[in-house]
């Protein structure tokens, strides 16, 4: 169901440096870059994620509570992606591992404190 997923930033340069590289590992690209926001993506029919400035020209801020979670096919992706977003800058919010017993994840915090987290489900 879902389409694409919208961060906020404050810093459009910025943020764009730190998705091509991290979004890259996945093989996504820009699908779309307006003045305003830039949105990647494996290919154009699947879901897809955006970083914006905000529309209405206020500062961005982070939704405490609110995270994005990135699906990728192994925990060995989880914890090279994991890494990667750390060495572009981010933050760590949780090191990649299981959570349960079929889920593991790895989350962290991205240049403008947005929470994402890539995981995959084990058997």
Do not use: C
């Amino acid at each position: 169901m879902i389409g694409y997923v919208t961060l906020g930033t404050n810093d459009l340069e910025r943020a764009a440096r730190f998705y091509d590289a991290l979004l890259g590992e996945l093989g996504a690209t820009r699908l779309w870059q307006l003045e305003r926001m830039i949105i990647w993506a494996v290919k154009p029919n699947a879901p897809a994620l955006a970083v914006a400035l905000p529309f209405d020209h206020q500062p961005a801020t982070v939704g405490n509570g609110v995270m994005v979670a990135l699906v990728v096919d192994s925990p060995a992706k989880v914890d090279a992606l994991h890494r990667k977003a750390l060495e572009l800058g981010g933050k760590d919010e949780g090191a990649p591992g299981p959570r349960g017993q079929s889920f593991y994840g790895g989350y962290f915090r991205d240049l403008d404190g947005n929470k994402l987290n890539f995981f995959t489900m084990v058997p």
